[in-house]
Nanobody, 115 residues
Framework: QVQLVESGGGLVQAGGSLRLSCAAS????????MGWYRQAPGKQRELVAV???????DYVDSVKGRFTISRDNAKNTIYLQMNSLKPEDTAVYYC?????????WGQGTQVTVSS
């Protein structure tokens, strides 16, 4: 079992920045992938960014060039640096981990971008 604790969400004006953190309860070194999803009101949850065991990254088109996902294996933590935020980035952001046997989710952190 893996517990994931997110932090770093909040209210920011358009054009601003936030950094989300996701701390895992065990070593992330061997996870297949870790990532961030988001869900806006009335919309389906979507994958925002993912980082693999080999540190390859991928992003949804709408955040490319603005968001950066990274990992710190020593701290068992992944991050999502979000720059040039837009009102359409408003959502609950969820941390996700995929091991070789199961998927795990964090509780979510609210990000609100005002115009």
């Amino acid at each position: 079992q893996v517990q994931l604790v997110e932090s770093g969400g909040g209210l920011v004006q358009a054009g601003g920045s936030l950094r989300l953190s996701c701390a895992a309860s065990k070593s992330i070194f061997s996870f297949k992938s870790m990532g961030w999803y988001r869900q806006a009101p009335g919309k389906q949850r979507e994958l925002v960014a993912v980082i693999t065991i080999g540190s390859n990254t991928d992003y949804v088109d709408s955040v490319k060039g603005r968001f950066t996902i990274s990992r710190d294996n020593a701290k068992n933590t992944i991050y999502l640096q979000m720059n040039s935020l837009k009102p359409e980035d408003t959502a609950v952001y969820y941390c996700h981990v995929r091991s070789f046997t199961a998927d795990y989710w964090g509780q979510g952190t609210q990000v609100t971008v005002s115009s």
